[in-house]
Nanobody, 126 residues
Framework: QVQLVESGGGSVQPGGSLRLSCAAS????????IGWFRQAPGKEREGVSY????????VYADSAKGRFTVSRDRAKNTVHLRMNSLNPDDTGVYYC???????????????????WGQGTQVTVSS
């Protein structure tokens, strides 16, 4: 059974940090591109960061550049998203997703993702 499970969300103050994890089961992350997305209340889901689990190439949304770092642990079949300098605009439900086509110019298209996790809540508030 293919499954993605996110963890690591929580509530932090502005300027704080969180590390999200996305654990895969039923398939090997190496074969896919993995994206992190978020959805704030009343807003559309948006891409935050993307990684090719096999070779480690990464892409970041402008909102994440310089603050977020995506990485993978191939031995644990897990992808992480380290988020620093968090601000209230980062609040939302964070999802990881797997794109079966792998790495390519399509990775930033949300419609191209085949498997999704259930999401983990991130709240940044003072």
């Amino acid at each position: 059974q293919v499954q993605l499970v996110e963890s690591g969300g929580g509530s932090v103050q502005p300027g704080g940090s969180l590390r999200l994890s996305c654990a895969a089961s039923g398939f090997t992350l190496d074969d896919y591109a993995i994206g992190w997305f978020r959805q704030a209340p009343g807003k559309e889901r948006e891409g935050v960061s993307y990684i090719a689990a096999s070779h480690g190439n990464t892409v970041y949304a402008d909102s994440a550049k310089g603050r977020f770092t995506v990485s993978r642990d191939r031995a644990k079949n897990t992808v992480h998203l380290r988020m620093n300098s968090l601000n209230p605009d980062d609040t939302g439900v964070y999802y990881c997703a797997a794109n079966l086509r792998g790495w390519g110019p399509w990775i930033q298209s949300i419609d191209g993702y085949d498997y999704w996790g259930q999401g983990t809540q991130v709240t940044v508030s003072s």
